[in-house]
């Protein structure tokens, strides 16, 4: 396990329109405002998209993704986090559960994902912290780095 301490810092209320695109439309938001590191919370709707729902075998390195449509309007519960990439802007790593009709799918938003009518966003920044995402060569993701 790594870690660092930080604090709470600016919280700022977002509402997505219709079709604004995760997860840039907040990767965007938070450069202008000079967020690198902090807290997502998401409710609303998605309406179309893709979501990563697994790796296609545990043991494969890299992972092969698992990718599903999001075809229609479904219901939204995501949190995410941000931090800044290998070229220092702000990059949104962000899950979710998706409902539809009875049936829910949780995984990683893709980038692109649009956004059904209405999202609501909380941004807590986190401050007094060094975080970046770091390319790891065995899993192919931008792993959190605490501390670095």
Aim: charged share 20%; net charge negative.
């Amino acid at each position: 396990m790594r870690s660092c301490e930080g604090r709470t810092g600016r919280v700022f209320v977002i509402r997505l329109e219709d079709g604004d695109r995760l997860p840039s439309c907040i990767e965007r938001f938070a450069e202008a405002n000079g967020i690198s590191v902090g807290h997502v919370i998401l409710v609303g709707g998605i309406g179309d998209g893709q979501v990563v729902v697994g790796p296609r075998r545990s043991d494969a390195r890299p992972p092969e993704p698992m990718v599903l449509p999001i075809d229609g309007a479904h219901e939204v519960a995501g949190v995410g986090v941000i931090a800044p990439g290998e070229d220092g802007k702000p990059h949104l790593h962000i899950h979710a559960a998706l409902g539809r009709s009875g049936q829910t799918v949780t995984g990683c938003l893709r980038p692109g994902v649009g956004t059904w009518l209405v999202g609501e966003a909380i941004l807590y920044e986190i401050t007094g912290t060094r975080v970046c995402r770091v390319k790891d060569t065995e899993s192919g993701f931008s792993l959190l780095q605490p501390g670095a």
